[in-house]
């Protein structure tokens, strides 16, 4: 099995900044694409930013400028940046990995979310 956690969430001003982690654990053999996702309450989840192996991260356009995802391939674990937050930003943050397990079975995984609120 493979679990995937979060941390970092909370209450932050209008203009602040978060840093969210992801970490995944189990019977990992490699993980592909790390993304960031978001759910606003009564709107769909929609991903925020997405880093693939190899490849340069890429943003979801309310977010570009002010977000910045990364991952540390060692640690299996994803982070996101957040900075310049807007009352907009605020839902629960997923995060999502393409993991191929030690069976060489390939699936995508979903953390519990962690929410993320911005007011004054």
């Known amino acids: 099995q493979v679990q995937l956690v979060e941390s970092g969430g909370g209450l932050v001003q209008p203009g602040g900044s978060l840093r969210l982690s992801c970490v995944a654990s189990?019977?990992?053999?490699?993980?592909?694409?790390m993304a960031w996702y978001r759910q606003a309450p009564g709107k769909q989840r929609e991903p925020v930013a997405v880093?693939?192996?190899?490849?340069?991260?890429t943003y979801a356009d309310p977010v570009k400028g002010r977000f910045t995802i990364s991952r540390d391939n060692a640690k299996n674990t994803v982070y996101l940046q957040m900075n310049s937050l807007k009352p907009e930003d605020t839902a629960v943050y997923y995060c999502?990995?393409?993991?191929?397990?030690?069976?060489?079975?390939?699936?995508?995984?979903w953390g519990q979310g962690t929410q993320v609120t911005v007011s004054s």
């Open positions: 189990g019977s990992i053999f490699s993980i592909n694409t």
């Open positions: 999502n990995a393409q993991v191929t397990n030690t069976a060489r079975s390939r699936a995508p995984y």
């Open positions: 880093v693939t192996d190899g490849s340069s991260p």
